[in-house]
């Protein structure tokens, strides 16, 4: 299974994500996790710390070995460079996921990128179709990194949502994003969900039949994002860990398991 997650920002993307990644492994699954998140913060979520997030370059920074595989530093250079090695060579394990940092699309400014944008969209090009692990892309609020040769091999686009005007509107965005350069599996998981009202309210914004699940407002994630101990006796913890099952085995239904 192979499936980007986008969303508005703060919307809880890197939380579905990581989460995803922990119940693939634990399933069986090889699970490949790529931090296509300007924000970059899932490897903390996976497990890395402070410093090792820093030590880790990402691969839209390496200048060098981007100009030598593109085969130029100028007008002129290779728009499908070799990458098959990158994601082998540069990703590392943490708590059995493949973790590899990409960095962000670039954008404005006064330097062109277009030698990194186009290496790291036939990175993620090749991770997506030739690898055989299941692949989870944690996206920016955008879908940059995804282009019309990379919908070939990505069985999905999970888009993020919470119960508001505005996070529904940047979903519709980014499901017209997707549908033009040709993913037509595009499904929806509700976040931060207090009452069975804002679901209801969600399936009036967005095709209800293409909800895969909603995760409840939880102190469970406050205080695991303060690095707080939960204090409801792991009752949170394990209302949280159903509903990502949930979303989990209705991924594995559309699309089959490990």
Aim: with cysteine; glycine share 10%; proline share 2%.
């Amino acid at each position: 299974m192979k499936f980007a997650v986008s969303g508005k920002g703060g919307v809880g993307k890197t939380t579905l994500s990581a989460n995803l990644a922990f119940q693939m492994r634990d399933k069986g699954y090889q699970v490949f996790a790529i931090d296509a998140d300007p924000d970059l913060s899932l490897g903390t979520v996976l497990g890395l710390s402070e410093e090792e997030i820093q030590k880790l370059k990402p691969i839209v920074e390496m200048r060098e070995m981007i100009v030598a595989r593109t085969q130029g530093d100028g007008a002129m250079y290779v728009i499908n460079p070799e990458v098959d090695d990158i994601w082998q060579k540069f990703s590392i394990e943490v708590n059995g996921i493949r973790f590899l940092k990409m960095g962000a699309i670039k954008t404005g400014g006064s330097s062109c990128y277009c030698l990194e944008n186009t290496f790291l969209n036939s990175l993620v090009n090749s991770i997506v179709i030739k690898t055989k692990e299941a692949v989870l892309l944690d996206m920016g609020a955008g879908i940059e990194h995804l282009t019309r040769g990379t919908s070939r091999g990505v069985d999905c686009i999970i888009i993020v949502v919470e119960p508001s005007v505005v996070s529904t509107d940047t979903a519709k965005v980014t499901k017209k994003l997707a549908e033009d350069i040709g993913i037509k599996n595009i499904f929806y998981v509700g976040n931060k969900i207090r009452s069975e009202k804002e679901i209801e309210f969600l399936k009036t914004r967005v095709p209800a039949d293409m909800i895969l699940g909603c995760i409840s407002y939880n102190d469970y994630l406050l205080d695991q994002a303060m690095g707080l101990a939960a204090d409801d006796n792991g009752a949170g913890k394990e209302k949280f860990d159903a509903e990502i099952a949930g979303i989990l085995k209705n991924i594995e239904d559309r699309f089959g398991g490990a």
